[in-house]
């Protein structure tokens, strides 16, 4: 059975940095691209972050652009998400998920949401 398990969470000053971690299990992760994305209360939930299979494609929501990096070890079957310079309006439960297929986009991911399963999820709260 597919699983994603995030975690890294926690609280964090403005301007801080976290870096999360999402381990598979039920699957060999380079199968499908991988996200992180997020849901504030209220809010819908929204792609901060895409990887390829290989590693070798990105996408990157404008609002996190040169300050969030995402990163995937297919040997540890790990992707991670470090982020820097954190805002208080970052504030959110913070999902790992696995593409729809095995031909997802990191753009029809992140964008249009193709995803087929996702993790429980990680609080990341921003606040001095």
């Known amino acids: 059975q597919l699983q994603l398990v995030e975690s890294g969470g926690g609280l964090v000053q403005p301007g801080g940095s976290l870096r999360l971690s999402c381990v598979a299990s039920?699957?060999?992760?380079?199968?499908?691209?991988i996200g992180w994305f997020r849901q504030a209360p209220g809010k819908e939930r929204e792609g901060v972050s895409c990887?390829?299979?290989?590693?070798?494609?990105?996408y990157y929501a404008d609002s996190v652009k040169g300050r969030f990096t995402i990163s995937r070890d297919n040997a540890k079957n790990t992707v991670f998400l470090q982020m820097n310079s954190l805002k208080p309006e970052e504030t959110a439960v913070y999902y790992c998920?696995?593409?729809?297929?095995?031909?997802?986009?990191?753009?029809?991911?992140?964008?249009?949401?193709?995803?087929?399963?996702w993790g429980q999820g990680t609080q990341v709260t921003v606040s001095s």
């Open positions: 039920g699957f060999t992760l380079d199968y499908y691209a």
């Open positions: 998920a696995a593409g729809a297929s095995r031909s997802t986009t990191v753009e029809r991911m992140c964008v249009s949401k193709d995803v087929g399963s």
């Open positions: 990887i390829s299979r290989s590693g070798g494609s990105t």
